[in-house]
């Protein structure tokens, strides 16, 4: 497998992963169909083939025969059928994520064949990780969307099936029912239909919330990692009861309240000189998360080393802020809020009122380029460079290069 075919992979769009995935892998493990049960946002469960087509109950069974090399291949129950499968597990996750080929024959996979494919399940998903812990804006915005109608799909559903299976067990565990195997086996159908639904209901909580405390927590051990090797002291602060240790958050909140704590504390080690403590410590102050990290450096820090690691951009989807509260010679405070549910009154996006040509010089703008540079760049005239810098002033009603820059950072078209 070579390393441009899992280039080509994990630059595809979110809803290609899967399909690009099994097309990188058909030459080494030919397949007719290809599953995935992994901690994605956007859709944790993912299915790509023909019949017969696997249940989530089905891919979870998978788990406890692979082997510590993280591949397993044999026959297995897939939606009703037994198959032969390849399956690959990713430990760069937690929970693991699991890849399932269905195959049309039984010859066996070499092992090093079966390497190089966890190799590459390996890097899509570290891949999808890091767009979950760095809070990627558009990524936020497709989980955000994905999970609310998730949420009333499953309830819809839930609620539906429930009801009914509660109904046939209830009649069917009557004892003036006399046909003993039919009763049985109905029992034995609901129950099994029961499960499968709980199953469905409990993964994608798992993929959509999170206890505040045990969010902090994985803050913490990945700050722990950041200044393993540095002569600088983590004191943390996690929440306790009081705090709302026990809430429970929308991932997307716990990822991107992250995301900007560990952003924040980059910025404190490599914009100042001298910092030896950092504090870190967040709580729910009525709706909000509220995280506090805060230094004893030189308090020279500025909100320009918070724009260049992108927080503001990563914090507008969800309605969040972040303050500097800089004291020269005492030290430096980051303040976060992020809400925990939707503003009650989200903003429209600014930039859409740009046209193509305009969102590419804001961009140009927001990386500090000259007009000169701009032209160059798109192949334009100064001149019309000029022109388009006026209309996107007029048309964002800021009165600088400087504010417009500050909103394309904020609604990400510092990177388009």
Not at 261 to 275: E, F, I, P
Not at 301 to 310: I, P, W
Request: hydrophobic share 45%.
């Amino acid at each position: 497998m070579d390393l441009q075919t899992a280039v080509g992979v994990i630059q595809a769009p979110l809803g290609e992963t899967l399909p690009r995935l099994s097309e990188a892998l058909a030459e080494t493990i030919p397949h007719q169909a290809v599953a995935e049960l992994s901690n994605c946002s956007f859709a944790p469960f993912k299915f790509r083939g023909g019949a017969p087509g696997p249940t989530i109950a089905d891919l979870a069974a998978l788990r406890p025969l692979v082997s510590s090399k993280g591949t397993w291949q044999g026959r297995a129950v897939m939606g009703g059928v037994e198959v032969p499968v390849v399956v690959l597990v990713s430990d760069v996750s937690q929970p693991s994520a699991l890849l399932v080929l269905l195959r049309s024959e039984d010859t066996p996979v070499p092992e090093e064949l079966l390497t190089s494919a966890r190799a590459l399940w390996d890097l899509v998903t570290a891949h999808m990780e890091g767009l979950r812990n760095e809070a990627v804006p558009a990524t936020l915005a497709v989980s955000r969307a994905a999970a609310a109608a998730r949420a009333v799909a499953i309830s819809d559903l839930g609620d539906a099936f429930g009801a009914a299976l509660t109904a046939l067990l209830g009649v069917l565990r009557d004892r003036d029912v006399d046909d003993e195997y039919a009763r049985a086996r109905a029992v034995d159908l609901a129950v099994t239909a029961l499960i499968e639904l709980r199953s469905r209901a409990d993964l994608d909580r798992a993929q959509t919330e999170e206890r505040s405390g045990d969010a902090f927590e994985r803050l913490a051990e990945s700050l722990r990692r950041v200044l393993r090797g540095r002569d600088v002291r983590l004191d943390l602060g996690p929440p306790g009861a009081e705090e709302g240790a026990d809430r429970v958050l929308p991932t997307e909140v716990a990822f991107t309240a992250s995301a900007v704590a560990r952003s924040a504390v980059h910025a404190m080690l490599d914009d100042q000189r001298g910092v030896r403590r950092v504090h870190v410590a967040w709580k729910i102050v009525g709706t909000a998360l509220k995280a506090t990290v805060r230094d004893d450096g030189p308090g020279t820090l500025s909100c320009g080393s918070l724009d260049t690691r992108r927080v503001a951009e990563r914090l507008g989807p969800l309605g969040g802020r972040a303050e500097v509260d800089a004291v020269p010679g005492w030290g430096s405070t980051v303040t976060i809020e992020v809400p925990i549910g939707p503003p009650e009154n989200p903003r429209d996006d600014p930039l859409t009122v740009l046209g193509a040509r305009e969102l590419e010089v804001l961009g140009q703008l927001a990386r500090g380029r000259r007009n000169r540079d701009i032209a160059g760049d798109l192949h334009i005239s100064e001149s019309t460079v000029k022109f388009h810098v006026a209309k996107i002033l007029e048309k964002l009603g800021v009165g600088s290069r400087g504010e417009a820059a500050a909103l394309a950072h904020e609604w990400g078209a510092a990177a388009r």
